[in-house]
Nanobody, 125 residues
Framework: QVQLVESGGGLVQAGGSLRLSCTAS????????MGWFRQAPGKERELVAA????????YYQDSVKGRFTISSDTAKKTVNLQMNSLKPEDTAGYYC??????????????????WGQGTQVTVSS
């Protein structure tokens, strides 16, 4: 069983930065997909970025490429999302999730078995 806990959300002005962290308990295998999803009111949950359990593969949604960076510390079992140049349209609840396999570029939310409780990111204009 894997449990995920997010931290680091908050309110920031457009152009600012935030760093989200996800700490996992339980076993995270090298072939797992660790993802950050977001969901804005009235919209579907979407993948922002994903990293393989061993850190060997990374995937980004096009809208965040060049602005967001996902990273992991396998020893500490943490997955971080550094978000720079934030825009109002980045406002959403952000969720850490884990899937028991890596399959790029398919990252549907219903394929992810483990989820954190979420953290809110609000970007003001």
């Amino acid at each position: 069983q894997v449990q995920l806990v997010e931290s680091g959300g908050g309110l920031v002005q457009a152009g600012g930065s935030l760093r989200l962290s996800c700490t996992a308990s339980g076993r995270i295998f090298s072939w797992y997909a660790m993802g950050w999803f977001r969901q804005a009111p009235g919209k579907e949950r979407e993948l922002v970025a994903a990293i393989r359990g061993d850190g060997g593969r990374i995937y980004y949604q096009d809208s965040v490429k060049g602005r967001f960076t996902i990273s992991s510390d396998t020893a500490k079992k943490t997955v971080n999302l550094q978000m720079n140049s934030l825009k109002p349209e980045d406002t959403a609840g952000y969720y850490c999730a884990a899937r028991e396999y890596w399959s790029e570029p398919d990252f549907r939310p219903d394929e992810f078995k483990y989820w954190g409780q979420g953290t809110q990111v609000t970007v003001s204009s």
